[in-house]
Every structure is written in C-alpha cells, then in structure tokens.
C-alpha cells in the first residue's frame, strides 16, 4: 500500500447494532490499509462498540452527532433495540436530520467516500457538488435486493399491495422459489416512514452511488451476485460475509461465559440447541408459548438467549414473561434460560453446541455457518428475516418451520418436529452434513480476506 495514495473514508451506518458493527469490522480492515476513517454516528451507538487495537486507534476517529429529537421518538432512544417496532419511523426521521451536521462536517474535511447505509436517501445531494464518491454498503444478502428488484421498481408503483411481494418477481433470471410470507410484510409495515418508504430510501441510495457493495460472497450467492450487476447497470462487489472472531483469551475470564462453559462442558457433542432471536424481534405471548411447549417436546438439551426489547401496545413486558411459568422447573435438568448479555460467538464454537434456532438475522446464520451449525428457521417477520428464513431452506443448511402464510401462526409439535429433524433425525442429516461443510467458506479466513483486499483495491483505483 506504500504507493496507493491513502484515503479519507467517512462510515455513516444506520442506528441499530446489526449494521454498526459490520461497519466497523470493514473500518477496521481499511485503516489497516493506511486509510483514515471517520466513523460517524450517535454517542450512544459510538459507545456501545467494542474497544479498537491499539494499532488502529490513530487511523480511526469516531465523530458523535447528537440525535435530534423528533416528537413521538422515545426520551434518549439512538437506536432499533431501544424502541418498539412502531416507534422505528420516529428514528428514521431524526436519523435524517442528521444531514445537518453531516453536511458542515463534509464541508470542512476532505472527504474521499462515504459508505453508507440504506437509510441516507439524502446524501447523493450533498456529496456531489463535493466530489465525493458514495459506496452504498448493504449488510444484507444478494437474495433480498434481487426480490426487492432495481431501482425502477424500489421508486415506481408496480408493487402495491403486501400481496405483490408474496410472489417470485419476473426479472429473476435462474431457479428460485423465494418470497416473503403475507404475515412478515404486515409486520414489517409497522416500522415503514409514512413520508420516505424503505423502498424509496433504497432506490436512492442504489441510484446515487458508484457502486454497491454486500456482505455476501459468490461462492453462497454466484447468481444473485451477477443479477444484481445487471439490474443496477453499475459495479456490485462483494465484501465477503465479515466473520466474527473467537474473543481473546482475556475474556474467558468472564464470568458468564465460565458458568456457560461449565454447563456446556457437562453435555453430549452437538447435543445442545442454541436458541436467539436476537433483541429487536417481537413475538406475540401465544408465539412465545407455542416455541416453548415445542422447545419442552422436543426433548433435547437446550441454551434460550431471552433479552428484553422495548415494548409497544400489547406486548409482554419483561423478562419472566417471556418464558411460561413452570418450564424452567420442568427442564431444569436440560435447559439453560438466560437473560443477560451472553458471547454468542463462543457459545456456537462449543462442541456441545449441535444447531441454532434463529430470527433468521444474517449476521447470526453466518456466525452459526462458521462453525458448520444447521439452523432451526423462525423469521422474526422483519425486514429481511423472511426471505433468509427461505433461503437457508433452499441452501440445505437449516429447516424452516411450518407456519400459517396468512397470520403466521404455527404449532408447538411443527417447533418441535423441526428442531428433532435438524438436531437428531435421520432426516436431517443431509442438513447437517452441509451445514458442516459450510465451513470451508463461511470459516475461510483467506477467502474472506480476498474478498476486503479486492473491495480496497476498487475504492483506491477508482476513477471519479
């Protein structure tokens, strides 16, 4: 990198922990290639990630900008995990006030790119009289912006209704059966802003930038990938899936994670189910039940991550209701609930450890595909999650459970016949043998640093 001329890059996420640590992971790889990084973002969000190497510490400089506040939007809330689904439009609308400060800080700095997330519809205008050159960073799959389609679609009208997008779309060019659910789309719509869609922030950020680039890799996603160049009629480079690292030595010293290890240790290989659906996943006390009675029949020794999310009208509202009365007792002997911050990482590297039950969030499905776990399928009916859910059914490395297309309703002996199939039955294991073999890529330390040093080199011999 000697002679590569070093860059000023700004990292401008959106407010939710699933997007800012990807950012950082990628801010951490260019200031190793001499880059200077302005990470921006929201004090609380800034606070909320992990301590930088000291190596890096002078090529990254975090910049905090208040967020505004915006009347229906929660006293100190910064992020997604600290509101309910339907108080999401409220912080999408002070995110987009921070097009104040952005602007008087690109102003006054010399700015090469921005990489930024799908919500900043506004930057293209800001940056271009600039000169500075937009990276539209998704931390989503190829998949879903094939079915959500180009930028023509994400700002026409030709997709209604939530029924539109139940069916396969007419552009995808090669074999593919994936769609959202009725129910997951009537979900979602709760966190939409009335004034600016998803969609429309999309379509923005697609139209406005060089180039795309996704948390993705053409060895899991080589035909969405080459659809995706084609339909945006500009560069889609994939970053790689970003995996997570074991946590230093240091850190076992925690003691949650002793008091885990030792629970853990006590238990059969692959034996144990490891069961998250993430912080910002709502689930109605019918739903909740349902899981649990299925989680109880199944009989298999299980790990059940509960963190408590803010609550909107008519959800649960804590921790102990969450999981129904008596079941703890009844499985003391094989399930492990628990309702504080847990290393996730180090739980899945466990060999005890033989399958996640997931919201279907991607960047947990890559953390369990790193070590070759299959996968118990439960969209968490946002956003993404659907799609993922279907996805990873097609792929072989996880079953989905069987719900109602409608109102998403399902039963505890579904819950319970699909984590059997993936843990233990015969059936299931094809699923686990591909899942297993999953590893060479979602595990490849080398591919997935091929994959960075390629994005790097785009951004650096880039022509403006």
Not at 85 to 107: G, W
Not at 357 to 367: A, P
Not at 380 to 401: M, P, T, W, Y
Not at 403 to 419: H, K, L, P, Q
């Amino acid at each position: 990198m000697d002679t590569t001329e070093k860059l000023h890059i700004v990292m401008f996420p959106w407010l939710a922990y699933g997007h800012t640590m990807p950012f950082l992971e990628l801010s951490k790889f260019l200031a190793q290639r001499g880059h200077q990084i302005s990470y921006i973002s929201t004090p609380k969000n800034i606070g909320r990630l992990p301590k930088l190497p000291s190596h890096l510490s002078s090529n990254i400089t975090f910049v905090e900008f208040s967020l505004p506040r915006v009347h229906g939007l929660p006293s100190g809330a910064e992020s997604t995990s600290e509101v309910p689904i339907d108080k999401v439009p409220y912080l999408k609308k002070a995110y987009d006030q921070l097009q104040v400060p952005l602007t008087e800080f690109l102003n006054n700095s010399n700015v090469n790119w921005i990489i930024h997330d799908f919500a900043p519809y506004w930057l293209p205008e800001i940056s271009t009289p600039l000169g500075i050159n937009l990276v539209f960073f998704s931390i989503l799959t190829a998949t879903v912006f094939v079915i959500l389609g180009p930028p023509s679609v994400l700002l026409g009208d030709t997709r209604k209704w939530p029924e539109d997008f139940t069916v396969v779309p007419e552009w995808i060019d090669y074999p593919c059966n994936i769609a959202w659910k009725l129910h997951e789309l009537v979900n979602h719509q709760q966190c939409m802003d009335d004034d600016v869609s998803d969609l429309q922030r999309l379509g923005l950020a697609i139209q406005g930038c060089q180039f795309v680039t996704k948390r993705t890799c053409y060895e899991f996603e080589p035909d969405e990938i080459k659809l995706l160049t084609k339909l945006y009629q500009k560069p889609v480079i994939p970053l790689g899936l970003l995996p997570p690292s074991l946590p230093s030595n240091e850190d076992e010293r925690d003691e949650n994670w002793e008091a885990i290890k030792s629970w853990l240790d006590a238990k059969g290989e692959k034996s144990v189910i490891y069961i998250a659906f993430g912080s910002e996943v709502n689930l109605s006390a019918e739903s909740i039940r349902q899981l649990a009675l299925g989680i109880e029949k199944s009989n298999l020794p299980f790990v059940w991550v509960v963190r408590k999310r803010p609550m909107g009208e008519g959800q649960m509202d804590s921790h102990q209701d969450l999981i129904p009365p008596g079941l703890e007792e009844r499985v003391s002997n094989r399930g492990l609930v628990l309702r504080d911050w847990v290393p996730q990482v180090r739980i899945l590297a466990h060999s005890s450890i033989g399958g996640l039950f997931t919201h279907c969030g991607w960047s947990s499905v890559i953390e369990a595909l790193k070590f070759g776990r299959p996968s118990i399928l439960f969209s968490g009916a946002c956003s993404d999650q659907g799609l993922n859910a279907r996805l990873f059914h097609a792929r072989k490395v996880g079953l989905e459970i069987e719900r109602n297309e409608v109102d998403g309703s399902f039963t505890s002996d579904s819950v319970a016949e699909t984590i059997r199939q993936v843990m233990v039955e015969p059936e299931g294991e094809a699923i686990r043998k591909k899942a297993w073999a999953m590893r060479e890529i979602f595990d490849n330390e080398e591919l997935n640093k091929d994959y960075l040093d390629r994005f790097s080199r785009f951004i650096e011999d880039f022509a403006a």
